[in-house]
C-alpha cells in the first residue's frame, strides 16, 4: 500500500515530476484531496471518445494548464496555504470528468476498483454465522492467481478449503514461465489484486520475477500456503450423487495415490498451462537438446550456439530480443505474423516523477488505476466488431478495425524501413484483433534486423536430427526451442472428471468445453472452473479483473447453499445453451471470430472457446449476484 509522505522538495522538483504525470488522474486525486473542484474545469476534460489516447487526448496547451495547476496545488500543500476545504461535488463528480458519460452505469464497478486497500468484494458473510455445523470443505485445484485468489476469499467467508498444486511453489503461469524476457503485456498497476496493492511497482509492466513475488508475498501474508498441498497432482474428481460429494483422487509427492474429499471443487488451473509442441514429423531424430519456451532448460548455455526457435507468438516475441546478442545465430519460423501495439515504456522502469507523485500525491495510486482501468472498460473492443456492411476480407471487419490496420502498417514501415523483406513478412495478412497483438518497444524488429538473425517463412517441412528442414533446405541448430504456445482449448485436460449419474466433462465436451459463465456446467454439481470457457479477454483489461468476477460469484454460491440448507447446486441446461448460443453468435461478430487465421482462441471444431466477447461492466453485472433460478438444486 502506498503511503503519502509529506511535500519537503523544493519547486524545480516538483514541476520535474509533473513532467511525468498522467494529468487527467493527477487532477482528479488532487480534486479529492484538496475538495476544489477548480481543478476539474470543464475544458480539462478528457476524450472520451477515444480512451487510449496518451494524457487523454490533451493539447501541448491543455497539458502545460493542468501541470501549472497542479504545480499550484502541490506547493500549497506543502506549505500548509490550501484554503479551506471547499464543498467539493465529490467522488461521482470527478469519476465523470474522468469517465465522461459512462461514468453513472460504471460507477459501482469503478468505486469497487477504487477502493484499495479496502475490499467491498469481500464475502460479507462466514460460514459459522449460516451453517456452523455443516461440514463444508472446498478443494481448489491450482495455486497460480486465481487458486489463490479463490483460496483468499473462502478464508475471509471461514470456509475449511485446500489448495492441490502439482508444482512446489504457488504463481502458477509466472512460475513456470521463466524464459528470458518473460513480462506481463498488461500494464503493472492494473495487473495486481483490486484489494492487494503493490507497494511500489518497479515497472511499468512487470517481469516474471516480479509477477511471482508478488504473489507469493499475497500468499504468505494471507496465510494460504498452510492450505496447499504442494508437488500433489489431481488426477481425477468424482462426484457421489447420494452424498452430494466429490472425491478428489491425487498423486502425491511420493507416487502414491490418495482421495481428498470435499463438499465443492474449484479448477483453477489456467488456460495457458500445458505446452503445445507442434505436430511437426521428425521432432524425436534430433539429436541436440531442445524445449519448450514454457519449460526453459536454464541449464543449456545458448551463448554462441545455433539456435532454431519455431513460432513468433507473445514468449518468441520477449525471449528472442534477449537471447538475440548472445546467440552464435538465430533462425526463427514464423508461420504468422503478429500485429504490434507501439508501447515505448513497455520495458521501462516507472519513472521517478511518476514514483514521487504516488508518494506525495493522497490516492494517486489509485486514481492513476482507476483511469487505466476506465479507459480498458472496453480498451480496443470497438475496433473489433465486425460490421455487417464492411466488405468481408482478410484485411479488415470494420472501417475502425481498417484505420486500425492502416496505423499499425505505417508503424512496421517505420521498424522495418530499408528492409523490404523483413517488413513483407512482418505486415500481418489478418484483420488487427483476430491475434493476440504483442506490445512492442522496437527490440523485435532491432533483432530480426541483426547479422545472425534470419526469419524463415517458409514452412517447416520437418525436424532432422540436424536441425529444421523447409521443403527448401534444411537448417542446422545446435538447440531448437519450442515457442508454439499451449493446449489452450483442452480445459481441465488431463483430468478425468465424472459428475452426476457418472457423466464425463470431456465426452459432453468432446473438444468443445463450454460452461454458463465460464463457470458452471450441467450435470456437474458444485463444480466451478475458474478463466474457463469464453472468459478470456483480447483487448481489453487484465485477466485477474475476470478471476475476481468469478470468485465473487463462487462465493455468492456457496452462501446460497449454506443459507438455504442445499447440498448442491447444478446449472440449469437450457441455461447453459442460451447463454452459449448467446456468446457464439456475438464471437462471430469480432475480428477473432470471423477471421481465418491460426489462433488459440479456436478450438479444433473452429469454435472461439477461449473469449469473452464483450466488455467487462458485462461480465462484473453478471456476476455480482448468483440467480438462484438458473440452477437445480439438490
Ligand atoms: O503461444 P502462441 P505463446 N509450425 O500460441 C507457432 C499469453 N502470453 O506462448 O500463429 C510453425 O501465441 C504459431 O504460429 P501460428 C498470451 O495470451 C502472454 O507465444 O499459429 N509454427 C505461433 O506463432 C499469448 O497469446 C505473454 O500460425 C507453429 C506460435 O507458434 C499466449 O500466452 C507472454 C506451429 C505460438 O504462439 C500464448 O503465447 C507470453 C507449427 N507447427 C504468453 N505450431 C505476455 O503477457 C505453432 N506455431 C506478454
Redesign the pocket.
Known amino acids: 500500500m502506498t503511503t503519502t509522505e509529506p511535500i519537503i522538495d523544493g519547486e524545480d522538483a516538483i514541476r520535474r515530476a509533473l513532467l511525468d504525470a498522467e494529468l487527467p488522474p493527477l487532477l482528479a486525486a488532487l480534486a479529492i484531496a484538496t475538495g476544489d473542484p477548480a481543478l476539474l474545469p470543464d475544458h480539462l476534460r478528457p476524450s472520451t471518445v477515444n480512451r487510449l489516447v496518451p494524457q487523454g487526448g490533451y493539447s501541448v496547451a491543455q497539458q502545460e494548464e493542468a501541470r501549472s495547476l497542479a504545480l499550484a496545488t502541490l506547493i500549497a500543500m506543502r506549505d500548509g496555504r490550501l484554503p479551506a476545504r471547499r464543498a467539493s461535488n465529490g467522488v461521482l463528480d470527478t469519476v465523470r470528468f474522468l469517465a465522461g458519460a459512462d461514468a453513472d452505469r460504471y460507477l459501482p464497478l469503478l468505486m469497487d476498483e477504487l477502493a484499495a486497500p479496502d475490499d467491498p468484494a469481500a464475502p460479507g458473510w462466514r460460514k459459522d454465522d449460516l451453517a456452523p455445523e455443516r461440514p463444508f470443505h472446498v478443494v481448489i485445484i491450482g495455486a497460480g492467481m486465481s487458486g489463490l485468489l479463490a483460496a483468499y476469499r473462502l478464508g475471509q467467508a471461514g470456509v475449511p478449503y485446500t489448495i492441490v498444486e502439482k508444482n512446489g511453489d504457488v504463481g502458477g503461469t509466472w512460475l513456470e514461465?521463466s524464459y528470458p524476457g518473460?513480462?506481463?503485456?498488461?500494464s503493472s498497476h492494473l495487473y495486481n489484486y483490486s484489494f492487494f496493492e503493490h507497494d511500489g511497482w518497479p515497472l511499468y509492466f512487470s517481469t516474471q520475477n516480479v509477477l511471482l513475488d508478488y504473489f507469493r508475498q499475497f500468499a504468505d501474508r494471507s496465510g494460504i500456503p498452510e492450505h496447499i498441498r504442494f508437488g500433489t497432482e489431481v488426477l481425477a474428481a468424482e462426484f457421489d450423487d447420494g452424498t452430494c460429494t466429490w472425491t478428489i483422487r491425487v498423486r502425491t509427492p511420493d507416487g502414491d495415490t490418495e482421495l481428498l474429499g470435499a463438499q465443492a471443487v474449484i479448477s483453477a488451473v489456467g488456460q495457458?498451462n500445458r505446452p503445445?509442441y507442434?505436430?511437426?514429423g521428425g521432432r524425436d531424430d534430433f539429436t541436440g537438446p531442445s524445449f519448450h519456451?514454457?519449460r526453459w532448460d536454464h541449464g543449456i548455455d545458448l551463448t554462441g550456439k545455433r539456435v532454431a526457435v519455431?513460432?513468433?507468438?507473445?514468449?518468441?516475441?520477449?525471449f528472442v530480443p534477449e537471447i538475440a546478442r548472445t546467440v552464435g545465430s538465430m533462425v526463427i519460423?514464423?508461420?504468422?505474423a503478429?500485429w504490434l501495439g507501439p508501447t515505448p515504456e513497455y520495458h521501462a522502469p516507472v519513472s521517478d516523477g511518476l514514483r514521487w507523485l504516488f508518494r506525495h500525491v493522497p490516492g494517486y495510486a489509485q486514481w492513476y488505476r482507476f483511469w487505466l482501468f476506465s479507459s480498458s472498460v472496453e480498451g480496443g473492443l470497438p475496433t473489433v466488431y465486425v460490421d455487417p456492411a464492411w466488405p468481408r476480407s482478410e484485411r479488415s471487419v470494420s472501417a475502425p478495425n481498417d484505420e486500425r490496420r492502416a496505423l499499425l502498417t505505417s508503424y512496421l514501415e517505420h521498424l522495418f524501413a530499408g528492409h523490404p523483406d523483413l517488413l513483407r513478412a512482418a505486415i500481418p495478412d489478418y484483420p488487427p484483433g483476430a491475434?493476440?497483438m504483442?506490445?512492442d518497444n522496437g527490440v523485435w524488429a532491432a533483432a530480426l534486423k541483426q547479422d545472425n538473425v534470419e526469419l524463415v517463412t517458409d514452412?517447416?517441412s520437418r525436424i532432422t536430427e540436424r536441425g529444421v528442414a523447409t521443403a527448401e533446405r534444411e537448417y542446422e541448430a545446435d538447440v531448437i526451442v519450442y515457442?508454439?504456445?499451449?493446449t489452450a482449448s483442452d480445459f481441465l485436460v488431463p483430468m478425468t472428471v465424472t459428475g452426476r449419474d457418472g457423466a464425463d466433462l470431456h465426452k459432453r465436451w468432446t473438444g468443445d468445453a463450454r460452461a454458463y459463465l465460464g463457470m458452471t456446467v450441467p450435470g456437474f454439481p458444485n463444480l466451478f472452473l475458474m478463466y474457463g470457457p469464453n472468459t478470456n479477454i483480447v483487448v481489453n483489461g487484465s485477466i485477474i479483473f475476470f478471476s475476481e468476477c468469478e470468485a465473487h460469484y463462487i462465493l455468492e454460491c456457496l452462501r446460497s447453499l449454506l443459507h438455504d440448507g442445499h447440498r448442491a447446486l447444478e446449472c440449469r441446461e437450457d441455461v447453459h445453451d442460451a447463454y452459449n448460443e448467446m456468446i457464439d453468435a456475438a464471437n462471430r461478430q469480432r475480428a477473432w471470430g470471423v477471421s481465418t487465421v491460426?489462433?488459440?482462441y479456436k478450438n479444433a471444431l473452429g469454435r472461439v472457446a477461449q473469449n469473452w466477447p464483450f466488455t467487462l461492466m458485462e461480465y462484473w453485472e453478471r456476476t455480482r449476484t448468483a440467480d438462484l433460478d438458473d440452477y437445480h438444486l439438490l
Open positions: 514461465n518473460c513480462r506481463v503485456d498488461v495457458l503445445s507442434p505436430r511437426i519456451s514454457a519455431i513460432g513468433t507468438g507473445a514468449s518468441a516475441f520477449q519460423f514464423q508461420r504468422t503478429p491475434k493476440r504483442l506490445r514452412p517447416i515457442a508454439t504456445g499451449f491460426n489462433s488459440w
